[in-house]
Each structure stands twice: as C-alpha cells, then as structure tokens.
C-alpha cells in the first residue's frame, strides 16, 4: 500500500517514522529544529500526538497527582500540569503541518479522540497512527476507519484477540489499509520481552504489512526488526536524550536515527534473493582463490598419474578439484614439472 506518496511494502525499504510525540515539550521553536534533524537523517515522517488535558485523562487521575515513576527520568510538576505544557495546540498542528510540507516530509500524528482525528483529516494527514493504548477503544477505531486513509496500528499491551477485534473492526467500517506494528509497551522493555519473531507472525495470522514499533535503546532492535520485513519502523526520536520530558532518554537522536535510516536501506539491499547466485565479481574471484591439481615432484612425457602425484594449490585456473577422479591413470602429453598447474590439453 501507498503511505502518501511512499510505496510500503514488507521486506521493501522501511517506512522509517521518527516519533517526537510530546518531546517538543510544548516548544514550537524546538518542534521545528526535530522536524529539520528528521529530515536531515532520512525519515519519511515525523509523527506527533494530538490529545488535549480533557480528551486523555480522568479527573481522579490528575488527583493523584501522578508523576509517572517507571519512566527513566524526573518531570516537573503534577501530571495535570505536565499535559498542559506538553500537549499541541490545534492551531500547532497546522503550524507544524505547514512546515513539513515546506521540507518535504510528512507530517502524521495520533488521534487520541475523534475529535482529534476530524482535526487531522482536515490537515490531510497521509495516515493516522493508532496507539497501543487504543486497541480496544472501538468507536475511536470505527470512526477513523470511515475516513478511509491507510491504518498504522500499534499493537502494545494486545492479545491476540483484541488485534483481531481491532482488525475486524476497522474492516467492518469497510477499510482495509491497514499496517500492523509489532510494539511493546515498556521504555524500555528487556531483551527477553521483545520477541521479535511476533512481526512474522502478525504476518502470518491477519495478512496485512507489518512493521515495528521500537521503545529500546539504540539502533539494534529496530535494524534487527528490517531482516523480519519490517514494512515501517517508528522510533522515538529526540536532539537530546537528557532533555526534561516523557521520552527522551528512549529516543534516538539524530545520529542514532541517521545510522537507522541508512542501515536499514542496507540491509534490504543485502537480503537480496533467495535464488543461490554466484555473481560476476565472486567469479572472477573463484579463479583467483579456488585450487587446481598440480604435481608433487616432476614427470615426464608417458607417465601415468597416480593420486599420490597429485595435489591443489592455488590459483584455480587448471582442472579442479572435484575432477580428480578424471585424472588418476591418465597418461601425460607432455613432461611437467613440480607444482606446475595442469591443463586438460597436458593428458592423453
């Protein structure tokens, strides 16, 4: 399927997402140097989050005044006042919009109401992004599958069968451009709870492209996830991994994302085919590396081979190895000397 102009396909070149979220932590100016950066390393999209203090959190959950404690760093504040300095303004959206297309990179984001994805149907987003979190939220699915733009779907936190609810569900609104992302939900999870072998199998069970959403550190998750077919890669994405904020210490910056984007290509470009080729350089470098049969000691003309005549050496230009057996108890034309490669025309 096409995600704007971007063919998306398993086992193509990834579609590679950086992921600012809310690490603009409410600073335009520094929204606009991650798009640059994005750009600048490659990335087909930058993605942030629409939701606003009403649309995401309870009352009773401001209450608390949570502080989020299993993320890696300290924040500012309460929650409530975490969200009204993180979350983007509607008229940011357009803002930020507006600038991507400036530079030629798309700008997506996730819908956390329908609100929210009317605003961004508006903005002639190329897709929307589901996150994990929303993978039983029903209506919010249905609603934005009768927009009728591609899906991608995070699918953190999910049983199987609350995938396939979600999947029959966007399927019933009659769409069926959608993109499933392998995704655990921690920042980040242990190595023994990636299984990345669930991307295949994601494959496998419902038959739609199927990529990866990463919340690990570094680069080797995610590049790892490309020799599955990984059809899309999101990562979080920062300029400074010790910036105050949600997800910065989990986020690749910009030279974590460039070697992302750039190995990614690479690695597609090394699977290659599941046709054995020996390609022409490999040829040519046969000739030079292989062995060929040549003497022991020296004979003369009308001498009859023995195995005990005959050894390999390098290059590979005489007869092979593997033909020994053609050899043995043939007679020599012609008198050869020690380690002196034979020919077919030196036998009788």
């Not at 984001?109 to 903005?123: I, M, Q, R, V, W």
């Not at 046969?286 to 005959?310: Q, Y």
């Amino acid at each position: 399927m096409k995600l704007g102009n971007r063919e998306v396909k398993d086992f193509g070149v990834p579609y590679i997402i950086a992921e600012i979220g809310a690490n603009h932590n409410g600073d335009m100016d520094l929204a606009r140097r991650m798009i640059d950066a994005a750009k600048a390393c490659g990335c087909d999209a930058v993605k942030f989050q629409s939701w606003t203090p009403e649309s995401l959190i309870a009352k009773e959950e401001y209450d608390r005044n949570q502080k989020y404690n299993d993320s890696p760093r300290k924040h500012f504040g309460s929650l409530k006042e975490m969200v009204e300095k993180y979350y983007l303004r509607a008229d940011q959206h357009f803002e930020l919009k507006k600038y991507c297309d400036g530079l030629g990179i798309a700008f997506v984001s996730t819908p956390f109401s329908p609100e929210e994805a009317d605003l961004l149907e508006k903005l002639d987003v190329p897709f929307f992004k589901i996150a994990s979190m929303d993978v039983n939220n029903l209506l919010l699915l249905e609603h934005v599958a009768k927009k009728n733009r591609p899906i991608v779907l995070s699918t953190g936190m999910s049983t199987l069968s609350e995938i396939k609810q979600a999947v029959k569900t966007i399927e019933a609104a009659g769409n069926r451009q959608i993109i499933l992302l392998h995704c655990i939900a921690l920042y980040p999870p242990a190595y023994e709870d990636i299984h990345l072998n669930n991307i295949s199998m994601l494959r496998q069970t419902f038959g739609y492209p199927t990529g990866f959403s990463d919340h690990t550190f570094g680069v080797t998750i995610p590049l790892a996830s490309v020799v599955l077919g990984s059809c899309v890669i999101e990562k979080h994405f920062t300029l400074d991994k010790d910036m105050e904020g949600w997800d910065h210490a989990i986020s690749a910056n910009p030279a974590e994302m460039k070697v992302i984007v750039e190995e990614a290509r690479n690695i597609i470009r090394a699977l290659g085919l599941h046709q054995r080729i020996v390609g022409k350089a490999e040829q040519e470098k046969k000739i030079k590396f292989r062995r060929s049969i040549v003497l022991k000691k020296d004979l003369k003309e009308g001498a009859v081979l023995t195995l005990g005549d005959l050894t390999f050496k390098r290059p590979g230009t005489g007869i092979h190895p593997d033909e020994m057996k053609y050899v043995v108890g043939r007679k020599l034309k012609r008198n050869v000397s020690l380690d002196e490669v034979i020919q077919w025309a030196d036998l009788v």
